[in-house]
């Protein structure tokens, strides 16, 4: 792909937790490996009350903070904090982008935006920014979620920063696609000869995809009590996951052809009617108990006040099309379950016929499991014979083979999902970041399951912190005869 790098980078909510956490640690982690362009100058806007000076120990503290022992190193520091400059503003108000533009400066060599802030303040920021020259042709906008809460709030947004960036300017992020063993599922799946005839209907009998976390609230109230977990993790990274285990072969690895093949999944997933919707969406929230080792307060008394939100979902998706006819994909998020882990589980269907039935020979159907966090590896479960000779009967057992990325590439520094995708905002290159009809294709889905929830009143179920949610999510895959893989 051409490289177009650009030549500022202007980072709105640049003393936000994403900022501290995640932006400032990665732009420093290219930095520090000479990835950045040489002469680009990063320039923080905020309400904060910071200049350039104060803004730099503020981002020196959070690197201190944040980084890795490992990739502390002093005169790396030294070359990067001049790189930061910084623009007190309240986004809210239009006459603060003038200032903002000053700060700035000339933005032929390219200029590209990263914008992380309340969907409410996204209209306002646009306009702002185009009314003072900060979206022409040279200037490219990323943007982080949540992009609405629903179809027609996104459609809203969309259409506000379409009047003024074309899409191929715009980066929608999911930094789940920034992540490493994320993209392995493509390189799994296309670089390999053996999986493609069988990843079908025939070959296929269901797939599990599990995020599952142990923290909680994490002070951020305000917008997760507004999201729950069917917007802040389904809507985007869950069906993101699966529009690359569904997908079909893209002709290309660019950001046309996989993204075409992308939405095309999104658009052939079955929708949950309201009739269906008890049946097949289990909704949670969490109770007090034991999770990541420390003992937790329930939602409710973590939030202060009652709620209906729900912070755990299990779904049984279908995908209406040739490849995917009456697969089931068990999709399961959730705050405070029993590990943190996520993880694509295939399940194939079982041999045809078992030679070994009579021997006492016990066959398990394969499993494939591609696990995201907290390790990074790729599983295939495969059936082995125990050693010995057998005189009471073939003795066969599940063993896995297995691809350790950690291991394998032991020598490579793993990178933060936000590394890539700042670099590839950074030098214009879409590929991993979601185009508009897919984030529709995502909401319209999304909006009917809530739909199906508002017409059936549907309230979530307590689970146990600690625990994988409630039993009826359990239920939801036994009823078929599967067991969600859990170890
Ligand atoms: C974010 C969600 O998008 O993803 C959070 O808003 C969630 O609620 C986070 O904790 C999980 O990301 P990761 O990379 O830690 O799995």
């Not at 009314?131 to 809460?149: C, M, N, Q, S």
């Not at 020979?361 to 295939?380: D, F, H, K, T, W």
């Not at 059936?383 to 066969?396: T, Y």
Request: hydrophobic share 40%; net charge negative; with cysteine.
């Amino acid at each position: 792909m051409d490289r177009n790098p650009v030549s500022k980078l202007l980072l709105f909510g640049a003393t936000g937790d994403l900022a501290q956490r995640m932006l400032l640690p990665s732009l420093y982690g290219l930095h520090a490996d000479g990835l950045l362009p040489k002469d680009l100058t990063i320039t923080g806007a905020a309400r904060s009350d910071y200049n350039d000076d104060s803004y730099r120990d503020f981002a020196k503290k959070a690197l201190d903070k944040f980084l890795p022992p490992e990739l502390k190193d002093e005169s790396a520091l030294g070359t990067f904090l001049p790189r930061l400059g910084y623009q007190a503003m309240d986004m809210s108000q239009p006459d603060q982008f003038k200032p903002l533009a000053d700060k700035v400066g000339d933005v032929a060599g390219g200029l590209a935006i990263y914008l992380s802030t309340a969907p409410s303040l996204f209209e306002a920021a646009i306009s702002g920014l185009e009314a003072v020259g900060l979206a022409g042709p040279t200037v490219r906008i990323g943007l982080e979620k949540p992009l609405g809460y629903d179809l027609a709030s996104s459609c809203e947004i969309n259409d506000a920063v379409a009047k003024v960036f074309p899409e191929e300017r715009i980066f929608r992020i999911d930094h789940y696609l920034g992540k490493e063993t994320v993209q392995n599922i493509l390189a799994l799946r296309f670089g390999n000869t053996f999986f493609e005839p069988i990843w079908n209907a025939r070959g296929i009998d269901n797939v599990q995809i599990t995020i599952a976390e142990t923290v909680g609230l994490e002070e951020r109230a305000g917008y997760y009590d507004g999201a729950g977990a069917l917007r802040d993790m389904i809507a985007n990274h869950t069906l993101q996951l699966l529009t690359l285990v569904a997908m079909e072969p893209p002709a290309r690895y660019d950001k046309t052809a996989i993204r075409d093949e992308k939405a095309k999944v999104l658009h052939s997933l079955r929708e949950i009617t309201p009739e269906d919707v008890g049946r097949n969406v289990v909704s949670g929230q969490y109770g007090a108990g034991a999770s990541g080792g420390e003992i937790v307060k329930s939602y409710t008394d973590e939030l202060g006040k009652p709620s209906d939100t729900e912070t755990f979902v299990a779904i049984k998706a279908y995908v209406d099309n040739w490849r995917w006819q009456g697969v089931p994909f068990y999709l399961r998020t959730g705050k405070r379950l029993a590990v943190r882990r996520s993880e694509i589980a295939i399940q194939f269907k079982p041999v045809p016929h078992s030679m070994f039935a009579g021997r006492g020979g016990m066959l398990q159907p394969n499993v494939l499991v591609i696990r995201l966090q907290p390790e990074e590896y790729i599983q295939l479960l495969v059936m082995a014979k125990q050693p010995g000779l057998d005189r009471d009967g073939v003795k066969l057992r599940e063993v896995p083979l297995n691809l350790s990325l950690d291991q394998e590439f032991g020598g490579q520094r793993r990178r933060i999902a936000y590394e890539r995708l700042l670099l590839d905002l950074i030098e214009g290159d879409q590929t991993l970041f979601v185009r508009r009809d897919e984030v529709e294709g995502q909401w319209r889905w999304i909006d009917a399951i809530r739909a199906g929830w508002a017409a059936n009143g549907t309230r979530p179920k307590s689970y146990a912190s600690g625990s994988w949610g409630p039993s009826a999510a359990i239920a939801l895959t036994e009823r078929d005869g599967v067991t969600w893989q859990d170890d």
